[in-house]
């Protein structure tokens, strides 16, 4: 076989890896979500679907697999069939780029654990994740709903106004890695100060407050589900949705939730680095082994803590979101850019 | 450059809010008028939940109206039973003893805090935090399970009579009552620190829907929104029943008679409810519970068994076309029920069903003032306003 050969089947499974991951670490999160849900408000949960409730979400599917497949009868047809495909596929594609784990030499050739090793890795990701809100917008548009229209808007609207501020906390994150590579940030994150990590969260802590908070907006949840908002818009663009067409928005946002926890741990918490391994002999497969483990620890870690945000605040309204983030995320992030410049210049 | 831009047209959106919206609680409609998220206009169309009650009751005896009246506010029964009970006692002329006294308002003061339970967890699930309407839950679970203990069945309890109680409670009644009473707080406590200094709680509804005290008192609002409004008005006060005046509590009031502020009376209200139980049961006088009238009540099983005269008395009241009668003429009774003054007019022709009753119901005059308040505020602002007025359908729409 010739080397091309060899290398797309290699991609190819990866690609199936880390699809079958993404789609297993939704199940799992459907069911954390919903037990969490039970721990935190002092109940027990779904619990009476296999062992601890764990095959619940495998019940759900079935259940929406088995809907009737329902079309209001003024909406644009093709767009409301298309816009939560549209929505999934974005979710999925947008973790082609995280890094979830070193290299590793596997009968002579060198495997980067990665889908692809992207040089704009973070653009890449910025463009699609902003690509997803055309799936609310249009799904919201075409259900032909007054509660779905609103949703839609207001989503358009948080988009743009939380997308800018997370872009712009992590330009320090880029100014110390000197990159716009996933691999070189991590890289960066290896070193140490004496014993502390080098990890970004030490450097960039304002940047990192501002990433955590516009992301929970960009993952549209509690406390900046004004798409969603039940209460509010019933549950906005979602309202017409129903069967296997309703299950792929509800896949697609724990696939966002999965990759913007990733991207956190990618760029503030060292990605699949474990602090204070390299003294220790471990076999390279090992070591390899333990350092995705440690990024699926680290994943889940900020997955649980969503989980947790989700059920413990209230909800923004639509204004205070606005006014939360142009005037006090957006001068926080600039400051930040500003204050790492200057530090950067002072101690070369 | 600026004259190209062509003006955008715009025009306003009219939606439903209601009868089946996850924020109403209940079937009533709200057909609001938006400007993009802004409310222009609203209006509120009402019945989808009719019954018929006040109709109901002049095919009825004064005692089965009572299984009526405690469907009304499906959230505080009791508090309606033992109002109407105490609007027939007034009409009769006639005082329950003292225990039966301090039993109702036992029984009130509990039904008060599960229904500002289920008022503020509703307030707190619609603007978002789910859990604190959780906490809430668990512990009006342990009131349903006490009045079940007591009257036998959670909701619907038909436990007052005229004249008395179906039953003196069970043995171990004042243990449970004090075991709630001693651990409540802990709840209320919790939700205060998830919600009173949060900032989005406080951005959410500081400011919503304000009425002021003039307002408040012209539109004829009662209870919890009145005292936000900062009005210190409450019958269990000025007009005691059931032995108030015995008790040792307070009135809490507002200042800005907002959202915020209903939800801040309602938490202390909690607490002085809280207050009232545990004065109640440290002196719960012993004694019968009933009046001493076999005109009225049921004589006991033994004498209807054992004596003529039990027997003549039991058939009097049960049989159709009997029961007691009252005098003739109109009473108006009022009682502070938790979301305001529940009062019962009751037309009497001196026969055993009442000719006319009529119900203030606090939901519906409190809901009147609605549209006012939702005028120029946020489409996500109407949730927070209708679950603080705590608007209840079943009373709505009798």
């Known amino acids: 076989m010739s080397p091309f050969w060899i290398d797309l089947i290699i991609i190819l499974i990866k690609v199936i890896v880390v699809i079958g991951a993404l789609l297993g670490g939704v199940v799992v999160m459907v069911v954390v979500e919903r037990r969490g849900a039970g721990f935190i408000q002092e109940r027990l949960g779904p619990n009476r679907v296999g062992p601890w409730g764990w095959l619940q979400p495998i019940a759900d599917g079935i259940k929406l697999f088995f809907k009737e497949e329902f079309v209001p009868a003024q909406a644009h047809k093709l767009l409301y069939l298309a816009a939560p495909a549209f929505f999934m596929f974005i979710a999925f594609v947008t973790f082609a780029v995280i890094p979830f784990g070193d290299k590793i030499e596997l009968f002579g050739r060198t495997i980067q654990l990665q889908i692809a090793d992207v040089n704009i890795g973070i653009l890449y990701i910025f463009a699609f994740a902003s690509l997803g809100i055309y799936g609310i917008v249009i799904g919201g548009w075409a259900s032909n709903n007054k509660f779905s229209l609103m949703g839609g808007v207001r989503s358009a609207a948080q988009m743009i106004s939380y997308e800018v501020a997370l872009g712009l906390s992590i330009i320090g994150v880029l100014m110390i890695g000197q990159s716009l590579r996933l691999n070189d940030i991590i890289g960066v994150q290896t070193q140490y100060w004496s014993y502390l990590p080098r990890w970004n969260i030490f450097i960039q802590p304002l940047g990192f407050l501002i990433f955590l908070i516009a992301a929970i907006a960009e993952v549209n949840r509690i406390p900046f589900d004004l798409c969603e908002a039940e209460q509010e818009l019933v549950v906005g663009y979602q309202v017409e949705y129903g069967s296997m067409k309703f299950a792929m928005y509800y896949l697609g946002e724990y696939a966002n939730l999965i990759t913007f926890s990733a991207l956190i741990v990618v760029l503030f918490f060292g990605g699949w680095h474990i602090p204070w391994i390299e003294g220790l002999t471990i076999h390279p497969l090992l070591l390899a082994l333990l350092q995705v483990g440690a990024f699926v620890v680290k994943v889940f870690a900020f997955l649980w803590f969503f989980v947790w945000v989700r059920w413990t605040f209230p909800r923004f309204r639509y204004d205070q979101l606005m006014r939360f983030g142009w005037l006090v995320l957006l001068p926080l992030a600039i ?13 070369p | 450059m600026a004259d190209e831009v062509k003006e955008i047209l ?7 809010f209601g009868p089946s919206h996850p924020a109403t609680h209940g079937v009533f409609r709200n057909i609001l008028e938006l400007d993009g998220e802004r409310i222009l206009d609203a209006e509120v169309e009402i019945g989808f939940l009719h019954s018929g009650f006040e109709k109901l009751g002049e095919h009825r005896t004064y005692n089965q109206f009572i299984t009526i009246a405690d469907r009304m506010n499906y959230l505080s029964p009791l508090s309606n039973d033992i109002g109407y009970a105490l609007a027939v006692e007034k009409l009769l002329g006639i005082e329950v003893p003292p225990r039966c006294q301090y039993i109702r308002a036992i029984m009130c003061e ?8 289920v008022s503020v967890g509703m307030h707190a699930v619609d603007i978002g935090a789910m859990t604190v309407f959780l906490y809430a839950y668990k512990q009006r679970e342990i009131i349903y399970d006490i009045l079940e203990f007591v009257t036998g069945s959670r909701m619907n309890n038909s436990y007052p009579r005229v004249g008395g109680l179906v039953s003196d409670v069970p043995e171990g009644f004042e243990e449970k009552v004090k075991d709630f009473a001693d651990h409540f707080l802990h709840t209320v406590d919790d939700i205060e620190r998830l919600l009173t200094r949060n900032r989005i709680w406080v951005d959410r509804n500081k400011g919503i829907g304000a009425i002021t005290p003039e307002e408040a008192i012209s539109w004829g609002l009662t209870g919890p929104i009145l005292r936000a409004a900062g009005v210190e008005r409450d019958i269990r006060k000025a007009e005691p029943y059931s032995s108030y005046d015995h008790f040792d509590f307070e009135i809490p009031v507002g200042v800005r008679g907002d959202s915020y502020d209903r939800y801040l009376v309602r938490m202390e209200e909690m607490r002085q409810s809280n207050r009232i139980i545990q004065q109640a049961i440290a002196n719960l006088p012993g004694g019968e519970v009933n009046v001493d009238d076999p005109k009225i009540i049921l004589p006991p099983k033994e004498r209807v068994y054992h004596s003529i005269e039990g ?8 049989m159709e076309e009997h029961g007691f ?3 003739k003429g109109e009473i108006y009774s009022a009682t502070e029920v938790p979301n305001g003054e529940l009062g019962f007019f009751i037309i009497s022709d001196g026969t055993n069903k009442p000719y006319r009753i009529h119900v203030r119901a606090p939901s519906f005059i409190n809901y009147s003032v609605f549209p006012q308040l939702v005028k120029g505020h946020m489409i996500s602002d109407v949730v927070a306003i209708i679950s603080s007025l705590n608007i209840i359908a079943g009373e709505l729409d009798r």
């Open chain 2, 10 to 16: 715009t025009e306003r959106m009219v939606i439903n």
């Open chain 2, 325 to 327: 009668q009252t005098p």
């Open chain 2, 311 to 318: 027997l003549i008395h039991h058939f009097k009241l049960i």
């Open chain 1, 335 to 347: 400051f930040n850019i500003l204050a790492t410049g200057v530090v950067m210049v002072l101690i």
């Open chain 2, 110 to 117: 509990l039904n008060r805090i599960a229904d500002h339970l």
